[in-house]
């Protein structure tokens, strides 16, 4: 019986594409295969990091609907000002700027599904549009009086808690209980220790092969100190971190005492996880400098990792027609990380000489105005490329007082 059940999770683990034998993985890998066929609205719960959007890619995938578009979209991105023209359309001269009818997520998604992830984010009268889709099949584009029927299913995803939200107001309560009928649950990595290996071995191989890098494996303490670690990013904290191990200890098993060095476990503060060490007897200001450029490297490695999935038709994002120019002009945006050509012991993670004596704020601001340049001022544009809620960039743009060049 036991050869059985494990036949048939490695069956599953195989079929979506999701790994983990954990008993919160198994429960999820049945209940997707249960969903997936249906048309049933799925709401997907889980922290940040945690592979929410896999699981959505699982059940279209594996849906009558696999032919058609999967359209992701994230609502915590979009400024509540136009996320109804984004979702829904709008129709030419419907408000300022609307110089041509343009097509919504939802009709793009006719057919197929759209993956509404931090559903959570969305402002409450988007939220009574939504829950009209959901039940009736239609909504009003902006500045239009005719319905647009539309066949799509839903799988909506946030790391809130809906129900407090719900109870606090800031989510419908009719949508709330719309969407949970099917909910699946995605453990968040500190709940499934015992995948850690499997996927810390996984995503080193992967990466050593896409790098041509040698790579011999990880000693049995090595494996046991990440076992330990908190993980408060999940499995995009894990990834991130074991393609640092296998790029700057290329060629030699990865040992306890590397694991432990780069976790900085001991000496660095709750919740932060360098890749990269950070020296303490810094000031404060350059600190914060290098935690900074240290996020910069990750989203560039993030954002390859894009290109060469764009490159491969698969589906990563559909906010943009041009996602694969947008994604190359980041890149030349951001800063260089040339820690495989270094050893890591002597890596100065600020340069001096680039830096200079800059505050983390005016480090964050020069980040910005080049990232505005590079996009000719595109605030949309700029705010995908660094992974930036483009209210925030608004706030931040005001706050620095950037103004475009002439």
């Known amino acids: 019986m036991m050869y059985f059940e494990n036949t048939r999770t490695e069956a599953l683990q195989k079929k979506f594409g999701i790994l983990g034998k954990s008993a919160d993985v198994q429960s999820m890998l049945e209940t997707i295969e249960q969903v997936a066929p249906t048309d049933i609205s799925v709401l997907i719960a889980g922290e940040s990091g945690s592979g929410k959007e896999l699981v959505a890619m699982a059940l279209h995938k594996h849906s009558s609907r696999s032919h058609k578009p999967f359209v992701i979209v994230n609502c915590g991105a979009i400024p509540a000002g136009i996320i109804e023209s984004e979702l829904f359309g709008h129709k030419k001269g419907s408000f300022t700027g609307a ?232 890149l030349e945006v951001l800063p260089e990380d040339h820690s495989s050509e270094t050893n890591v012991d002597t890596i100065p993670i600020i340069n001096p000489q680039m830096m200079g004596n800059l505050t983390a704020a005016q480090v964050e601001k020069e980040l910005i105005l080049r990232s505005l340049q590079r996009f000719n001022y595109n605030k949309r544009k700029t705010a995908q490329a660094l992974e930036m809620a483009e209210r925030t960039l608004y706030r931040k743009i005001k706050e620095y007082g950037i103004v475009k060049e002439n």
């Open 99 to 330: 110089q041509n009818d343009r097509k919504g997520y939802f009709q793009s998604a006719d057919g197929g599904t759209i993956f509404l992830d931090e559903i959570g984010e969305t402002p409450l009268d988007t939220q009574v549009k939504l829950l009209r889709v959901l039940e009736q099949g239609e909504f009003l584009p902006v500045g239009s009086s005719t319905s647009v029927r539309v066949d799509v299913r839903v799988i909506a995803a946030s790391n809130r808690d809906l129900q407090k939200e719900v109870e606090t107001g800031s989510f419908r309560k009719d949508l709330y209980y719309r969407l949970k009928a099917i909910t699946i649950k995605v453990p968040s990595l500190k709940d499934r220790v015992d995948d850690i290996a499997i996927l810390a071995n996984k995503f080193a191989h992967d990466c050593a092969i896409r790098n041509q890098i040698l790579f011999k494996g990880f000693s049995e303490g090595a494996i046991h100190v990440m076992s330990q670690h908190k993980w408060p990013g999940n499995i995009r904290e894990l990834k991130n971190f074991i393609e640092s191990l296998v790029i700057l200890e290329k060629g030699g098993v990865i040992k306890t005492e590397t694991v432990q060095r780069y976790l900085n476990a001991e000496s660095s503060p709750r919740g932060l996880n360098p890749l990269l060490p950070v020296k303490l007897d810094r000031s404060v200001d350059q600190a914060e400098r290098e935690l900074i450029l240290q996020q910069l490297f990750m989203l560039r490695r993030e954002i390859s990792e894009m290109k060469e999935l764009i490159g491969r038709n698969i589906p990563v994002r559909s906010d943009s027609d041009n996602s694969h120019d947008e994604y190359q002009a980041a």
